[in-house]
């Protein structure tokens, strides 16, 4: 009986295919396990970005249509007028309308100073009244005196409700901003009684005392009534007081009209700001929830035919977040291709040695005789080991990804580190086996950035399959210098070399190709596959080659190294 056919190495296609499915399986559940991805209607980047650029606009309007100190600028230029105005005035009726008693006293003549008052004052315009020495009013410009009697002047209010509907949502426009804005300081409210005295008026009173004053009223409805008094005086002897008064209207109309310019301005400004932040918004928005539905797709595992959106060509970080979604989503389609591929070379591996260990624990109990038995039991003790290795290898494996992507990186110095395996391989050895020939540059940089312990088990790897393939009385050469911004190790040995077409293959998961004589089952196939993983983890290369002699003979085989070296700077 050939016990060495129960180590069959192929394994049923539909094993793998099983494997493969079931992978494919968990991974369409894992896709819609969770809440499908909610498009919103308006973006809330969008919002923001335009509630931004609103404010940033309408916070110094909103400061512009305060126009505080403006309008008291022109209250302070308007009673100045006023009071101009009031001296003139106050002069001609002490010139005009002054009358001396028998005793010498003068006194004010009233008819005089109304007519004064009706040459001088235009109640179009202002107000005029005259108060004696008693504090009576003797003379009003809004009331004239004619054959039919007294007539009293009043100033009609401007109508409130514009003609067209424009100016109607202007003025409401106009309203509501003003009422958002912070109060001034109240003033004294302007009322008239029906019999009108001095001391009815602060400044009045003020000026009767030989001292002109001004006051800024409102009236009801809220408008401004400015007053200024001045003193009626003839060679300084107060007779009476003038007091010229007039609306308001100007000034809230110079005020209203600065204010609807600048709404005017501001308007034109917040729609081009609106324009802008929208064409902003689309811009920055739109892309990125363009990649936000083909990463929610790719993610409920709709198949590789989703493709997320190239926006590279924009050459900003919205490009540069485009490219790494889709180098990300590339490179987990490929991390989830080799997890399956694992997957089934595993199966595949492990079921070789069960394989084995049955048909040799089913034969074991029908056999009687005790040399095939221990046989057997050997076979079973092989594949045990052998499982016990592919076990330990797989593990190794499946962690190398994990712990690379953890680890901290820092300088390692190949040199050093190919010095001191070739010191332990000779120590180990005591001279036997092949000879290990080391080449280093000594006025070199040789340090590269990476995990010590990995790339020492790189570096053993190499070492030991070169030393298993090669003579007894041959040589193994480890070679390692600086090129520009890489350190390369090479390692020659000068065995069978590698057989043609497989300079690749052997890199490959569970591949094994043995020397002669070796006993089966001895490796797991895993070795140079780790390394691999280690050197790319490490952002650099793996090669292999076999060296030929003059007549074009393999002579033996060559791994070569290239890492990223290490510069202080």
Same mark, same amino acid.
């Given at each position: ?89 106050? $002069? *001609?009726?002490?010139? @005009?309308?002054?009358? /001396? #008693?028998?005793?010498?006293?003068? +006194?004010? %003549? ?129 007779? $009476? *007081?003038?007091?010229? @008064?007039?609306?308001? /209207? #100007?000034?809230?109309?110079?005020? +209203?009209? %600065? ?311």
């Amino acid at each position: 009986m050939k016990l060495q056919a129960h180590r069959e190495r192929d394994i049923l296609s539909d094993d793998a295919a099983e494997t493969a499915s079931v992978f494919d399986k968990a991974r369409r559940r894992r896709g819609t396990a969770r809440t499908p991805y909610r498009r919103r209607r308006f973006s809330p980047l969008t919002l923001r970005i335009l509630t931004l650029n609103v404010l940033a606009i309408a916070i110094p309007v909103a400061g512009l249509l305060y126009l505080d100190e403006y309008r008291e600028d022109l209250i302070r230029s308007r009673l100045a007028s006023l009071r101009t105005e009031a001296e003139l005035i106050s $002069g *001609a009726i002490a010139t @005009s309308g002054v009358v /001396t #008693g028998p005793l010498g006293d003068e +006194r004010l %003549l009233v008819e005089a100073t109304r007519a004064t008052l009706r040459r001088l004052v235009d109640p179009a315009e202002s107000r005029a009244r005259v108060f004696d020495q008693d504090g009576s009013l003797i003379a009003d410009s809004f009331r004239l005196a004619g054959p039919a009697g007294i007539v009293e002047i009043e100033t009609l209010p401007p109508p409130n409700w514009p003609a067209d509907l424009f100016s109607r949502l202007m003025n409401d426009l106009y309203d509501w901003v003003v009422s958002i804005l912070p109060d001034r300081d109240q003033r004294p409210l302007y009322s008239e009684r029906p019999e009108q005295r001095a001391n009815d008026y602060g400044e009045v009173m003020q000026s009767l005392t030989g001292e002109p004053g001004s006051v800024v009223r409102e009236d009801e409805d809220g408008r401004l009534v400015l007053s200024a008094a001045v003193p009626i005086q003839r060679y300084r002897q107060v007779l $009476g *007081a003038l007091m010229l @008064s007039i609306e308001g /209207t #100007g000034i809230e109309e110079s005020v +209203r009209s %600065l204010r609807f310019n600048i709404l005017a301005v501001f308007g034109i400004g917040l729609f081009v700001t609106v324009m802008l932040s929208l064409y902003l918004a689309g811009t920055i928005a739109r892309p990125i929830r363009r990649l936000a539905d083909a990463a929610e797709l790719v993610r409920r595992g709709h198949g590789r035919e989703t493709q997320l959106p190239n926006f590279s060509r924009r050459q900003d970080e919205i490009g540069e977040l485009s490219g790494a979604l889709r180098d990300m989503t590339q490179a987990l389609w490929q991390r989830m291709d080799a997890i399956e591929r694992f997957a089934a070379d595993v199966a595949h591996e492990i079921k070789n040695p069960l394989t084995s260990l049955r048909s040799a624990v089913e034969t074991v109990a029908r056999i009687e005789d005790p040399v095939q038995q221990r046989k057997l039991m050997s076979v079973i003790l092989d594949d045990v080991q052998r499982l016990n290795r592919l076990i330990s290898d797989i593990s190794e494996a499946s962690r190398v990804d994990a712990e690379m992507s953890r680890s901290e990186m820092e300088p390692v110095d190949l040199g050093r580190m190919l010095a001191t395996l070739v010191d332990l391989h000779e120590t180990a050895h005591d001279g036997a086996g092949p000879h290990l020939n080391l080449e280093i540059s000594a006025h070199q940089t040789l340090a590269v950035r990476g995990n010590e312990g990995r790339l020492v088990q790189v570096l053993r790897n190499l070492l030991q399959n070169a030393v298993s393939f090669s003579p007894p009385d041959g040589e193994i050469l480890l070679a390692c210098a600086r090129l520009g911004h890489t350190v390369r190790v090479i390692i020659s040995d000068q065995g069978p070399g590698i057989p043609p077409g497989k300079l690749k293959a052997i890199f490959d998961r569970f591949y094994s190709e043995r020397p002669q004589g070796e006993k089966f089952g001895s490796h797991s196939g895993l070795g140079l596959s780790i390394s691999k993983q280690i050197v790319e983890a490490h952002g650099g290369t793996i090669e292999a080659s076999n060296i030929f002699d003059a007549n074009d003979r393999i002579v033996g085989a060559r791994f070569m190294v290239t890492l990223p070296a290490f510069d202080d700077d």
